[in-house]
Each structure stands twice: as C-alpha cells, then as structure tokens.
C-alpha cells in the first residue's frame, strides 16, 4: 500500500475517506482536513475517517467533520470503515469490533459483490435519553417533546444520544428549505454545549420513516446512520413505529432494529467510489 493511500466511499450518498495513521506522513490537523474535504482545493468528503490502534477492539477509529471538528459516532462512517478494512486485506473474517470515541461498535459483513463487502450490519450500542448525558443544557431528566424556540417558530424536541447528540423533530410535511434554514441554528442553540445532529422526520406507517438531516458540523446531508438511529429510537420511544423500522433519507434507506434494552443495529450498503494517494503537493 502506498504512503498517504486512501479511499473513498459512500453510504447512502454520505461520503468518507479512510486513511491509515499509520501510512500517513503528516498529521491530521484541523486545516489539514478542511483542506481534504473541500471539494475544490481537495477532494471533497463529508469527512475523513482515521485508522487509529486500539486496546479495546480489533481497530481503533476517530472520525472527522469538514469543519475540522471530531465527531463520536457515525453510522455510515462506520459502514464505510468497515467495509475499508475488508477490502483491503486488514481483516479476513465477517465480524470484527471497532473502538470509537462514542464506545465499542460490532460490525459484520452481512453480504459481498465480487469479493468486497456490501451490506454491512453495525452494533450501534445503546440507545439513552438522559439529558446530562446527550447532553443537553436541561432542567428535567429528559428533554423528550420540549418546545424550542427558534426566531418565531416553536418546535417540538426529543434529544437523545446513541453515542453522539441528536435532536430529532416530527413533523408532517418534510421541507429541505425548512431544514437548510432551522438546522444550523437549533445545531449552535446554546442548550446543546457540544452542538448536536438535527433531524427532521415524518412517520409514513408502523415500519417506515422519512428523514431529512442536518448534520453538526457537516450541513445538510443525504443519508446519515447514526442519525437514523436517533429517529428510530424516539419514533419507538413515542409508540409510533415497530422496533424494527426502515428510516428513509433522500439518499436511500437503512434498517433500523433497537431491542428493549435500547441495543441497536443498523444495516445498510457501502459502495467504493474511487482509491489513491493524497499529492505532496494538496498542503503547500
């Protein structure tokens, strides 16, 4: 594998690049991986996922916003990651245990195409709506169906975390003008110190939810994994859907199961868009 290799995927049109700490010559700075994603003096990503040694797991994994800023947790991003770590020869079995800065996550190669994975089943850990630990700036012990007042418009918030802040909101009509506008301010509202995910969503039936996302410090975002799994958990929460739910995101679909305990797996498909090395010349 050459220096400064990476590769690039995407789960549900939300797209990561895997990089390898230990076949990197440089340090992930922050300007460094601003510079990364942008899409016209870099390569573009809605982030850059770290392989990172752990004492915990098989691998270790710190995951990167475009803003530079680092997040806990990321469904697709683990989807991703696994499927990097697959591919490219670091594993040779389906199921293997990745340490994040959000806990211990299992994943299995549930499905391949040529030999690469494509399905892949994530343990997402566990579901919690306790707001010192989401956290959210909250008197009560849960901030589930409070009302936030955002300019003139009052929402209803369910916050929870699934191993990264999340702030889900039903409603009956999806707007992504609505989301574009709302989301990067309840994302900085000062009730969530370390910002939080924004979801907006509509349940369509029992086993099926429409979602449309802003994502802390990333924007809006076609398809987010753990996302999906903050708006299964609060659908389950308020008895509106089964625990086993498809979450649908204009980028596609993932299946969501969260068993009585609030343990949650999510499925979905991984595909590669394109492998190489990062230029000597991309930080000058």
């Known amino acids: 594998m050459e220096k400064n290799f990476f590769v690039k995927a995407h789960g549900l049109g939300n797209e990561y690049i895997s990089l390898d700490q230990e076949n990197i010559d440089f340090e992930l700075t922050k300007d460094k991986i601003i510079k990364i994603c942008d899409v016209h003096f870099g390569i573009g990503t809605d982030g850059v996922l770290l392989k990172v040694p752990s004492r915990k797991a098989d691998f270790g994994l710190r995951i990167f916003n475009p803003d530079g800023s680092e997040a806990e947790k990321s469904g697709n991003g683990l989807r991703i990651f696994s499927k990097y770590l697959y591919d490219y020869g ?23 195409r040529n030999g690469k994975a ?28 409070e009302p936030l007042v955002i300019d003139d418009k009052e929402f209803m918030i369910h916050c929870v975390t699934v191993g990264n802040p999340h702030c889900v909101i039903l409603t ?31 349940v369509v ?18 398809a987010s994994g753990s996302s999906s799994c903050a708006v299964a958990s609060v659908m389950i929460k308020k008895g509106l859907t089964e625990r086993a739910v498809t979450i649908k995101m204009p980028g596609g679909d993932l299946k969501i199961e969260i ?26």
């Open 90 to 112: 670091f594993i040779n079995k389906e199921q293997f245990t990745i340490e994040t800065p959000g806990g211990l996550v299992k994943a299995h190669v549930i499905e391949k």
């Open 172 to 202: 009956d009509n999806l707007n992504e003008e609505e989301v574009r506008y709302y989301g990067p301010k309840i994302e900085n509202h000062p009730i969530f110190p370390n910002r939080i995910n924004v979801q907006f969503a509509r």
């Open 205 to 222: 039936s029992k086993n099926e939810v429409r979602a449309m996302i802003w994502e802390r410090g990333a924007g809006f975002t076609l």
């Open 118 to 145: 494509f399905i892949i089943k994530v343990d997402m850990g566990k579901a919690n709506f306790t707001s010192s630990l989401i956290p959210v700036n909250f008197p009560k012990e849960e901030c589930f169906g």
């Open 259 to 284: 068993d009585p305990e609030w343990n949650i797996r999510m499925t979905g498909e991984v595909r590669e868009i394109a492998s190489g090395t990062l230029s000597d010349e991309l930080f000058l």
